[in-house]
């Protein structure tokens, strides 16, 4: 069993900067993809960036240039850097590790972009 763990979130005023960490424990498979996923209040999930354990990362549009995700020595890190932030930012953001056809998601953490 993995167990995820979040934290970074916040309140931060629109162009300012967040960083967010998640760390993994438990059985973890060497080869697996982590990444970062979003929720505002009455919106579905969504990805925000993901990184494999190869170090391929993936983002959406809407973070291209603004968020920059990486991973932790430890490889059983995930960091999440969100500069720029606009108030639609604004969410719960969830850490997920997808090992094959298994995930686990974190508790969520909190960001608030104030305008």
């Known amino acids: 069993q993995v167990q995820l763990v979040e934290s970074g979130g916040g309140l931060v005023q629109a162009g300012g900067s967040l960083r967010l960490s998640c760390a993994a424990s438990g059985s973890i498979f060497p080869v697996n993809v982590m990444g970062w996923y979003r929720q505002a209040p009455g919106k579905q999930r969504e990805l925000v960036a993901t990184?494999?354990?190869?170090?391929?990362?993936n983002y959406a549009d809407s973070v291209k240039g603004r968020f920059t995700i990486s991973r932790g020595n430890a490889k059983n890190t995930v960091y999440l850097q969100m500069n720029s932030l606009k108030p639609e930012d604004t969410a719960v953001y969830y850490c997920?590790?997808?090992?094959?056809?298994?995930?686990?998601w974190g508790q969520g953490t909190q960001v608030t972009v104030s305008s």
């Open positions: 990184i494999s354990s190869g170090g391929s990362t």
């Open positions: 997920k590790i997808s090992v094959f056809t298994s995930e686990s």
